[in-house]
């Protein structure tokens, strides 16, 4: 139960990583494209893309505690 709380942890730090990442390459693309391509959505549309992150993040956390304290009990 130990190793599967370390690998939710490190999901959930993974995840966070490429959250960052992808969020950082969108906004800046949509900077781009709203000055020189002429695009019509502003760059903050680009937060939408965090919230299917944020919420495997938290169920990952969540999972990892979860077993944590389920290994800790025995």
């Known amino acids: 139960m130990k190793s599967l709380s370390k690998i939710?942890?490190?999901?959930?730090?993974?995840?966070?990583?490429a959250m960052?990442?992808?969020v950082a390459y969108?906004?800046?693309?949509?900077?781009?494209a709203?000055?020189?391509?002429?695009?019509?959505?502003?760059p903050e549309v680009s937060f939408v893309l965090?919230?299917?992150?944020a919420?495997?993040?938290?169920?990952?956390?969540g999972l990892s505690v979860f077993f944590f304290k389920k290994s800790v009990s025995r």
């Open 8 to 17: 939710f942890a490190a999901l959930a730090i993974i995840l966070s990583d």
């Open 20 to 22: 960052c990442a992808a």
């Open 26 to 32: 969108n906004y800046s693309s949509l900077v781009w």
């Open 34 to 42: 709203g000055k020189y391509a002429g695009a019509s959505a502003p």
């Open 50 to 53: 965090a919230i299917p992150f």
């Open 55 to 61: 919420i495997a993040i938290a169920v990952s956390a």
